[in-house]
């Protein structure tokens, strides 16, 4: 059983970064592959981000390509998300996930463990 403990997250206006982090316990972390997904009100979870499991190859939706970064430590059992460039649109509540496969999955429901959430909002 794997826990995921999001830090972060805040208020920030358009064109300002912000740095999300996560930090796992209570599995092994470089079997999962991470990934990084955010809920605006009244939409769907979407993907944002993923890493594989032995880092270094990413994947990115393509509303933040170009503009956020995910990275791991498997050292330190840790994830994190640049973002930079932050748009209005960007404000939604961002989770950390993990899922038991080697690439990070595209889809919400095809990752095991999550963290609560940390607000991210941007303001205009």
């Known amino acids: 059983q794997v826990q995921l403990v999001e830090s972060g997250g805040g208020l920030v206006q358009a064109g300002d970064s912000l740095r999300l982090s996560c930090a796992a316990s209570g599995g092994t972390f470089n079997v999962h592959a991470m990934g990084w997904l955010r809920q605006a009100p009244g939409m769907e979870r979407e993907f944002v981000a993923g890493i594989r499991r032995s880092g270094g190859s990413t994947r990115y939706a393509d509303s933040v390509k170009g503009r956020f970064t995910i990275s791991r430590d498997n050292a330190k059992n840790t994830v994190t998300l640049q973002l930079n460039s932050m748009k209005p649109e960007d404000t939604a509540v961002y989770y950390c996930?993990?899922?038991?496969?080697?690439?990070?999955?595209?889809?919400?429901?095809?990752?095991?463990?999550w963290g609560q959430g940390t607000q991210v909002t941007v303001s205009s």
């Open positions: 996930a993990a899922a038991r496969s080697i690439l990070a999955p595209i889809r919400a429901s095809d990752y095991d463990y």
